[in-house]
């Protein structure tokens, strides 16, 4: 037994010998990352069945190795497959000189071997400029703990439910949005930024300004691949909530793209409004019409800086499947 506090250690087994990730690799990722999202399942079953399948596990790691200026490490043990890390950078400033690995972008028979795989494949990451690192990790402790112990802290969060919702008995009361709201609609599309840019969150999303909002609820609100809904208080609209299908979210592909889900993918309340119930109205609402559109779960995600949807959606039962974790190399 090891002593209460002593870190994990290797003791008895031999090293893991790590080198630059190839193609020749994807068919021995795979058989590890198909094994990764069948524990994972253990503790979080709503997520796909596909990708236990090694041959699906490969189509996503070889999508992974496919994006511009992957690269990454692959380890061996004994002659067997280890693990392996791989990531890639994403086009958008927003964030920073970056590299992202993404859910088909890790997986080991060992969590401390992560730390091994990581030294290697970030090297060449930070030679090449990129100092800024993301990884969409299982919401596994040991895998996370390895995570923490390479400088990474949780940024963000995936969360899933079942669609078997009970409607809690509210004062705020939801409807289907309607034209004559879109004021109100383009102002709450404003509060989200405007909370998050702020402490704790910080975050360096940018703001549209009002008339952008207006002018794209104006052109998109007939769509019918978005339900929208309102929550008033009073005669007066205070939030709104956006339910849609899983799969048209871009950051909820791969492993953490589970078939058949619905997506909460916006809500606000104004400041004003908060803490009365209209998340939890609005969000169960989205519950409701996902569940009758046929969808078999529902995904949402939040920041875990954001005090409030951070609290709000796990109140609301959604567990977590992925944590963001973030490290900015070089302070
Ligand atoms: C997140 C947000 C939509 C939630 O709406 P809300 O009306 O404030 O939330 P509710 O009053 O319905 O509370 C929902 C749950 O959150 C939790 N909660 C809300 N405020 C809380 C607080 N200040 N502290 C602790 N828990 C809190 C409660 O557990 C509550 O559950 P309960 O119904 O069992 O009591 C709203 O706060 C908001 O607009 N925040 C800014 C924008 C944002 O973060 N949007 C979500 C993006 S992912």
């Known amino acids: 037994m090891p002593r209460p506090g002593r870190l994990p250690t290797l003791t008895g087994m031999s090293r893991i010998q790590v080198r630059s990730f190839t193609a020749d690799d994807i068919d021995a990722a795979a058989g590890l990352l198909a094994a990764r999202h069948r524990a994972h399942r253990r503790t979080a079953p709503l997520l796909s069945p596909s990708f236990e399948d090694p041959s699906v596990a490969a189509q996503a790691v070889a999508a992974a190795f496919a994006q511009p200026d992957a690269s990454g490490a692959f380890g061996v043990r ?9 990531g890639a950078p994403k086009g958008s400033e927003l964030w920073g000189p970056n590299v992202w690995v993404e859910s088909a972008g890790h ?16 090297q060449r990451w930070v030679d090449e400029g990129r100092t800024a690192h993301y990884a969409l990790a299982p919401a596994d402790p040991a895998l996370l703990n390895s995570w923490y112990r390479l400088g990474f802290g949780q940024q963000h969060a995936h969360g899933i439910r079942d669609t078997a919702v009970e409607v809690t008995p509210s004062k705020v009361a939801v409807r289907p949005a309607v034209r004559a709201d879109i004021p109100l609609l383009a102002q709450l599309d404003l509060e989200l930024p405007h909370h ?54 871009g950051s909820h592909t791969a492993l953490a793209r589970t078939e058949n889900a619905g997506f909460l993918g916006f809500a606000a309340v104004l400041p ?30 939040w ?7 951070s609290r709000a959606w796990p109140a609301l039962g959604f567990e977590e499947t992925f944590i963001r974790v973030h490290r900015v190399v070089g302070y």
Request: glycine residues 10%; contains cysteine.
């Open 272 to 301: 004003a409004a908060r803490g009365l119930g209209a998340g939890r109205a609005l969000g169960e609402t989205v519950c409701v019409w996902a569940r009758d559109a046929g969808f078999t779960s529902v995904v949402t995600d």
């Open 78 to 86: 004994d002659g067997q497959p280890a693990g392996f890390v791989l």
């Open 107 to 122: 997986a080991c028979t060992d969590p401390e071997d992560l730390r091994d795989l990581y030294a290697v494949a970030a």
């Open 196 to 249: 998050q840019g702020r402490s704790p969150v910080f975050s360096a999303g940018s703001t549209p300004d009002l008339q952008e909002a207006l002018d794209e609820w104006e052109s998109d609100f007939d769509d019918p691949e978005y339900a929208v809904f309102v929550a008033e208080h009073e005669g007066a609209v205070i939030g709104s909530a956006i339910g849609c299908a899983l799969s048209k979210s």
């Open 303 to 309: 920041r875990v800086t954001n005090l409030l949807s």
